[in-house]
């Protein structure tokens, strides 16, 4: 198990890690594979004790948890809900995770919650709620807070700026970390038709405290983020470049759907393992010969071209797009 510090917001580097997930819990208790570190879903942990607590602190004993949500809300436009901060923060008191992290998303309205991780508008004004209300929470909870770009299938004519920008812009004025989704990344870039390298190039490295690896499933016109199935060589290749970027980050492997035996999800972890040594290797080689340690942006097609249907809607996730009327040489 590796154990660096980085000097990324003060968070450790806790190596290659997967997510604890019910089918496995009798496997790693009776046998403590090697794992370096295991991610839980926050609530479902957020009870006073039964089995989930049970299992929770039998894990605790052998390995470093980090905690991931996926009910905050942080954009919703709701009041942030105090009652489940509270029992957040007190499941924080149990575990001690280095850091902690939910998604850019909302999911609420008029007390309405239906459990699932819209995308945000990309403007000014989600820029300054979203800001206010990351700062209150990691204040609160009193642990490094970070937020997680989120996969999208849809985008907002009302959007002002790419989504790199916004998420960039939020992490640096609320002094929050940023959980770097890699597949994300890539599954947006195909539903949205834009370069994934131009996302990864152009959000702030030294503030990513830890990485998400996963699976999806593409449906030709567009790819659903199910976490299920292996990382594909597109999101490898993109996971290593994000690593040349940044140096050591926490990286995880997340398998939420037909969840296959232990074996299979720590062989994933272990190629990524494979991968973010090699990029760190490349790193280390070209700090050797006195040249910047980072690659440089190179423009790359997407990985799949946004239609002509597509771009008439004014706006993709990439960044603005002018309306076809426009495109004629109409003015308004």
């Not at 071209?305 to 004014?314: F, K, M, N, S, T």
């Amino acid at each position: 198990m590796s154990e660096t510090i980085a000097p990324r917001l003060g968070v450790p580097d806790h190596g290659v890690g997967i997510g604890l997930r019910v089918p496995h819990y009798r496997t790693i208790l009776e046998t403590r594979p090697s794992v370096d570190f295991f991610e839980v879903i926050s609530e479902n942990f957020m009870v006073p004790g039964g089995k989930p607590r049970y299992h929770l602190e039998a894990v605790l004993e052998s390995y470093k948890i980090i905690q991931h949500g996926v009910s905050l809300g942080i954009g919703s436009p709701d009041p942030l809900d105090m009652d489940y901060l509270k029992r957040l923060k007190e499941l924080v008191r149990v575990v001690k995770p280095a850091w902690l992290s939910d998604h850019f998303c909302w999911g609420a309205a008029d007390g309405v919650n239906i459990h699932d991780l819209l995308p945000l508008p990309y403007t000014r004004a989600a820029v300054a709620r979203v800001v206010e209300r990351a700062k209150m929470v990691q204040d609160f909870l009193e642990v490094r807070f970070a937020l997680e770009n989120t996969s999208s299938y849809l985008s907002y004519t009302s959007s002002q700026m790419s989504e790199w920008d916004f998420v960039s812009e939020v992490v640096e004025r609320a002094d929050i970390g940023l959980m770097f989704d890699v597949n994300n990344v890539f599954v947006s870039a195909y539903n949205h038709g834009f370069d994934p390298y131009d996302f990864i190039h152009h959000v702030p490295h030294e503030r990513i405290v830890q990485i998400h690896l996963a699976g999806h499933t593409n449906l030709g016109t567009h790819i659903i983020d199910t976490h299920s199935g292996h990382v594909i060589d597109a999101v490898w290749d993109l996971y290593r470049e994000t690593i040349e970027l940044t140096g050591a980050v926490s990286t995880l492997i997340e398998w939420d759907d037909e969840i296959p035996e232990l074996s299979v999800v720590l062989q994933e972890a272990e190629r990524a393992r494979e991968v973010r040594q090699a990029a760190l290797d490349a790193r280390a080689l070209r700090e050797s010969k006195g040249e910047p340690t980072s690659p440089s942006y190179v423009p790359h097609p997407p990985p799949r071209p946004i239609r002509v249907e597509e771009a008439q809607h004014g706006w993709s996730v990439g960044g603005p797009r002018e309306h076809a009327s426009q495109e004629a040489g109409s003015v308004a």
